[in-house]
């Protein structure tokens, strides 16, 4: 799609939001390539394209201020006892779609081998979110068990209304190691940021653009190969030899999240109170300052405001030489109207002055039972609505026979146009019948 904007009717008071600097890099790779293609096949090419503004996602700051009663009711329902450090993760739980586990897991027993807390002390992690399958719950299981088994695992079901609004309060630090190329934005850091919370997040996507290394907590270095040694995923993706989650299931196994760095990170948080405290509420403030919605949508209002002058003062570019049915039809070239493309295997096509008259014995009741049964039903979104179709009976059965424009015009002023093409199921329900319109048939000679 983003390809096609080349060749797309964009105009420069279009805009399409990127949430994040890596997300614009993306686009702009994307379009630069097909540029490049274009002007090798065509010649020089003038594109259009729309705006690109980098606009992030936004929370609502209030709703995560810390709550000491909530934070002490969670923590013990958790059993989480007050020296002890809890470190939270919350989204989807999914290896191939999210965020591998192991570079978390690891690297949390790793900064636990480093004696950072106190004696008797306890490191938890939470990890509330869901699982697609069972399958999935037990490798995540499996792994912990694995991979930290010293250190005290939680699973809650993040779907639910208390966890997903309430967890936060329980944790000390937030961590999302995300691997995953689904991922352009990621909301769940700024999340725990608003929660006054310092994050442990890896140097990926979004998270490059939200989490200031050093001041709000750290990033964690990642690393993939470059090109071309993913043109083999893109071909079995292209190929449909692979699906959209074995795409970026497997390309997420060629990404790295450095396991060491996370442990030193996790290992400067978990053992200084302090520090904690210092980059957590760094974190708070610019979460509100940045992130907070009053913030964003304030952005978003600029963008419109500036779109609507750019439409107001701004020719459009390679204007439709004319509005007729045909030329608007092929400006959405490859996806034409199939009403277009197809027009030769019909007898003939619905004018507006076809004549559309009642079936004898027809009834609102029978356009109702028509559509509602089962062999009519799936289309029903893309049908008349019953009303006006019941109405157009209703004129018919009054007028005798109308003109194909004139009834719909008559049942629908306005919104014609579904009504009108409508018609023609009508007919094919034989609830209707249309015949030429009548100077056509009065010209045809009699057999």
């Known amino acids: 799609m983003i390809a096609n904007w080349l060749i797309a009717p964009v105009q420069p008071w279009d805009a399409v939001i990127c949430t994040s600097k890596a997300v614009r890099d993306a686009v702009d790779t994307v379009i630069e390539a097909q540029t490049a293609y274009l002007e090798a096949r065509l010649g020089p090419v003038r594109p259009s394209l729309p705006q690109l503004p980098v606009i992030p996602l936004g929370v609502d700051c209030d709703a995560y201020v810390p709550m000491p009663p909530l934070r002490a009711g969670w923590r013990q329902r958790l059993g989480i006892a007050d020296q002890d450090v809890a470190v939270l993760f919350l989204g989807r739980l999914s290896f191939h779609g999210k965020a591998h586990p192991v570079p978390m897991y690891r690297g949390l027993q790793q900064a636990l081998a480093r004696n950072v807390l106190p004696a008797g002390a306890r490191l938890h992690l939470i990890q509330a979110g869901w699982f697609a399958n069972d399958a999935i719950e037990r490798a995540f299981r499996d792994g912990a068990a694995a991979h930290c088994p010293d250190v005290v695992c939680h699973f809650l079901d993040g779907r639910q209304a208390d966890v997903r609004s309430g967890i936060w309060q329980a944790a000390d630090i937030y961590t999302s190691l995300s691997d995953n190329l689904q991922e352009t934005f990621g909301l769940s850091p700024i999340e725990g940021m608003a929660a006054g919370l310092p994050v442990v997040v890896s140097d990926w996507d979004g998270y490059r653009d939200t989490v200031r290394d050093g001041i709000d907590g750290f990033r964690v270095p990642t690393l993939m190969p470059p090109a071309p040694y993913?043109?083999?995923?893109?071909?079995?993706?292209?190929?449909?030899?692979?699906?959209?989650?074995?795409?970026?299931?497997?390309?997420?196994?060629?990404?790295?999240?450095?396991?060491?760095?996370?442990?030193?990170?996790?290992?400067?948080?978990?053992?200084?109170?302090?520090?904690?405290?210092?980059?957590?509420?760094?974190?708070?403030?610019?979460?509100?300052?940045?992130?907070?919605?009053?913030?964003?949508?304030?952005?978003?209002?600029?963008?419109?405001?500036?779109?609507?002058?750019?439409?107001?003062?701004?020719?459009?570019?390679?204007?439709?030489?004319?509005?007729?049915?045909?030329?608007?039809?092929?400006?959405?070239?490859?996806?034409?109207?199939?009403?277009?493309?197809?027009?030769?295997?019909?007898?003939?096509?619905?004018?507006?002055?076809?004549?559309?008259?009642?079936?004898?014995?027809?009834?609102?009741?029978?356009?109702?039972?028509?559509?509602?049964?089962?062999?009519?039903?799936?289309?029903?979104?893309?049908?008349?609505?019953?009303?006006?179709?019941?109405?157009?009976?209703?004129?018919?059965?009054?007028?005798?026979?109308?003109?194909a424009a004139e009834l719909a015009e008559l049942v629908a002023p306005g919104r014609s146009e579904r009504l009108y093409r409508g018609l023609v199921w009508m007919a094919k329900m034989d609830l209707v019948r249309i015949t030429p319109p009548a100077t056509e048939a009065k010209a045809k000679p009699a057999r």
């Open 230 to 403: 993913g043109m083999e995923l893109a071909d079995r993706y292209d190929l449909e030899i692979d699906d959209y989650d074995h795409y970026i299931g497997f390309s997420s196994q060629l990404i790295a999240v450095d396991t060491g760095a996370a442990a030193a990170s996790y290992a400067a948080l978990i053992g200084d109170p302090e520090l904690r405290r210092h980059m957590g509420a760094a974190a708070a403030v610019q979460a509100r300052a940045v992130f907070d919605w009053r913030v964003v949508v304030a952005q978003t209002q600029e963008l419109w405001a500036d779109l609507a002058d750019r439409r107001r003062l701004l020719r459009e570019v390679a204007p439709l030489p004319d509005r007729k049915p045909t030329t608007v039809a092929l400006a959405h070239l490859p996806r034409p109207d199939p009403f277009l493309v197809f027009a030769g295997y019909t007898s003939a096509m619905l004018r507006p002055d076809s004549v559309v008259s009642l079936i004898p014995g027809t009834t609102p009741d029978d356009v109702e039972a028509r559509l509602k049964s089962p062999i009519a039903d799936f289309a029903m979104r893309i049908l008349p609505d019953l009303g006006d179709m019941t109405a157009a009976v209703r004129h018919l059965a009054a007028a005798g026979r109308l003109q």
